[in-house]
Nanobody, 118 residues
Protein backbone atom coordinates (compact mmCIF):
# COMPACT_ATOMS: atom_id res chain seq x y z
CA UNK A 1 0.00 0.00 0.00
CA UNK A 2 1.27 3.46 -0.92
CA UNK A 3 -0.13 6.77 0.22
CA UNK A 4 0.64 9.85 -1.87
CA UNK A 5 0.23 13.48 -0.89
CA UNK A 6 0.78 16.27 -3.39
CA UNK A 7 1.65 19.86 -2.58
CA UNK A 8 2.84 23.03 -4.26
CA UNK A 9 -0.06 23.94 -6.49
CA UNK A 10 -1.44 27.43 -6.73
CA UNK A 11 -2.03 30.44 -8.94
CA UNK A 12 0.73 31.65 -11.22
CA UNK A 13 0.91 34.09 -14.09
CA UNK A 14 1.71 32.90 -17.61
CA UNK A 15 5.44 32.51 -17.97
CA UNK A 16 5.86 31.83 -14.28
CA UNK A 17 7.07 28.75 -12.41
CA UNK A 18 5.77 26.33 -9.83
CA UNK A 19 7.25 23.30 -8.14
CA UNK A 20 5.01 20.42 -7.22
CA UNK A 21 6.01 17.79 -4.70
CA UNK A 22 4.61 14.40 -3.87
CA UNK A 23 5.49 12.55 -0.72
CA UNK A 24 4.96 8.81 -0.54
CA UNK A 25 4.60 6.61 2.49
CA UNK A 26 3.72 3.06 3.26
CA UNK A 27 5.91 1.01 0.99
CA UNK A 28 9.28 0.72 -0.69
CA UNK A 29 9.26 3.96 -2.62
CA UNK A 30 12.43 3.46 -4.59
CA UNK A 31 11.13 0.58 -6.71
CA UNK A 32 8.07 2.40 -7.99
CA UNK A 33 7.75 4.22 -11.27
CA UNK A 34 6.54 7.65 -10.26
CA UNK A 35 4.57 9.96 -12.44
CA UNK A 36 2.70 13.22 -12.70
CA UNK A 37 -0.58 13.39 -14.54
CA UNK A 38 -3.04 16.21 -15.01
CA UNK A 39 -6.69 16.67 -15.72
CA UNK A 40 -8.28 19.88 -16.93
CA UNK A 41 -12.04 20.48 -16.72
CA UNK A 42 -13.88 18.52 -19.39
CA UNK A 43 -10.77 16.64 -20.46
CA UNK A 44 -9.31 13.23 -19.80
CA UNK A 45 -6.47 12.74 -17.40
CA UNK A 46 -3.18 12.83 -19.28
CA UNK A 47 0.39 11.91 -18.61
CA UNK A 48 2.77 14.78 -17.88
CA UNK A 49 5.98 13.01 -16.89
CA UNK A 50 7.27 9.79 -15.40
CA UNK A 51 10.50 8.71 -13.76
CA UNK A 52 11.71 5.18 -13.12
CA UNK A 53 13.55 3.90 -10.10
CA UNK A 54 16.76 4.34 -12.04
CA UNK A 55 15.98 7.92 -12.98
CA UNK A 56 14.91 7.44 -16.58
CA UNK A 57 12.39 10.12 -17.49
CA UNK A 58 9.61 10.49 -20.00
CA UNK A 59 7.65 13.63 -20.84
CA UNK A 60 4.58 14.58 -22.76
CA UNK A 61 5.50 16.53 -25.87
CA UNK A 62 3.54 19.51 -24.59
CA UNK A 63 5.83 19.97 -21.58
CA UNK A 64 9.22 18.94 -22.94
CA UNK A 65 11.82 21.57 -22.27
CA UNK A 66 9.64 23.33 -19.69
CA UNK A 67 8.97 20.73 -17.01
CA UNK A 68 11.45 18.58 -15.11
CA UNK A 69 10.58 15.55 -13.02
CA UNK A 70 12.93 14.35 -10.31
CA UNK A 71 12.90 12.02 -7.34
CA UNK A 72 14.67 11.69 -4.04
CA UNK A 73 14.54 8.11 -2.87
CA UNK A 74 16.00 9.05 0.51
CA UNK A 75 13.04 11.32 1.19
CA UNK A 76 10.35 9.36 -0.65
CA UNK A 77 9.52 12.35 -2.78
CA UNK A 78 8.99 13.08 -6.44
CA UNK A 79 8.91 16.63 -7.73
CA UNK A 80 7.81 18.43 -10.85
CA UNK A 81 9.49 21.72 -11.66
CA UNK A 82 7.27 23.63 -14.05
CA UNK A 83 8.69 26.62 -15.88
CA UNK A 84 7.32 28.89 -18.60
CA UNK A 85 3.80 27.97 -17.60
CA UNK A 86 1.01 28.50 -20.09
CA UNK A 87 -2.74 28.87 -19.52
CA UNK A 88 -3.21 25.44 -21.07
CA UNK A 89 -1.11 23.92 -18.27
CA UNK A 90 -3.86 24.73 -15.79
CA UNK A 91 -5.29 21.53 -14.35
CA UNK A 92 -5.42 19.35 -11.30
CA UNK A 93 -2.08 17.59 -11.09
CA UNK A 94 -1.95 14.07 -9.70
CA UNK A 95 0.94 12.00 -8.46
CA UNK A 96 0.99 8.31 -9.27
CA UNK A 97 3.06 5.37 -8.05
CA UNK A 98 3.19 2.26 -10.18
CA UNK A 99 4.99 -0.95 -9.24
CA UNK A 100 6.88 -2.09 -12.35
CA UNK A 101 5.93 -5.75 -11.91
CA UNK A 102 2.33 -5.43 -10.77
CA UNK A 103 -0.56 -4.92 -13.14
CA UNK A 104 -3.21 -2.34 -12.47
CA UNK A 105 -3.39 1.42 -12.26
CA UNK A 106 -1.15 1.83 -9.24
CA UNK A 107 -1.72 4.39 -6.52
CA UNK A 108 -2.89 7.95 -6.91
CA UNK A 109 -2.78 11.06 -4.81
CA UNK A 110 -5.74 13.36 -4.40
CA UNK A 111 -4.32 16.05 -6.64
CA UNK A 112 -3.23 19.66 -6.39
CA UNK A 113 -4.71 22.52 -8.40
CA UNK A 114 -2.54 24.55 -10.75
CA UNK A 115 -4.05 27.73 -12.15
CA UNK A 116 -2.26 29.78 -14.78
CA UNK A 117 -3.84 33.15 -15.27
CA UNK A 118 -2.99 36.82 -15.39
Amino acid sequence: QVQLVESGGGLVQPGGSLRLSCTASGSIFRIYVMGWYRQAPGKQRELVATITSGGRTNYADSVKGRFTISRDNTKNTVSLQMNSLKPEDAAVYYCRAKHPLVSGSGYWGRGTQVTVSS
